[in-house]
């Protein structure tokens, strides 16, 4: 294979990923759609509180750091990549970013531990 391809696959990768993501959040936001229909249906009294709370997605304080280890992964899965098959070169191009991306979410992780709840 060419190793042109090398960093078009992975920009494929990143761009399949985000998109499943999306697919995967619009199809919750459409599920609390379905739910707040029905119950409006059924002639449910629907609490605002409770409506704003559904509508609302409350990140965990540990997203971040999810992310940033999952991010960090995935950089470092490219770059033994590129050990293994000998282009370490077209392989740490393509490492560097997801790695940076992940210690940019660890800091904001480690940023926001700080500040007062």
């Known amino acids: 294979m060419d190793s042109n391809f090398i960093p078009v696959i992975g920009v494929i990768c990143i761009v399949v990923m985000l998109i ?16 707040l229909r ?22 965990s304080p540990n997203n971040d750091l999810r992310r940033g280890l999952v991010i960090i992964a995935i950089g470092l899965a490219a770059a033994l990549a590129g050990v293994i098959t000998g282009a370490m070169m077209e392989f740490s191009t393509v490492a560097v ?21």
């Open 20 to 35: 499943t993501f999306s697919i995967i959040n619009s199809r919750n936001q459409a599920e609390v759609q379905r739910t």
């Open 38 to 59: 029905a119950a409006l249906e059924r002639g449910v009294a629907l609490d605002p509180a409770l409506v704003a709370q559904m509508n609302t997605s409350r990140p």
């Open 97 to 117: 970013f997801p790695l940076f991306m992940g210690l940019a979410f660890l800091l904001m992780w480690k940023i926001d531990q700080r500040r007062p709840i």
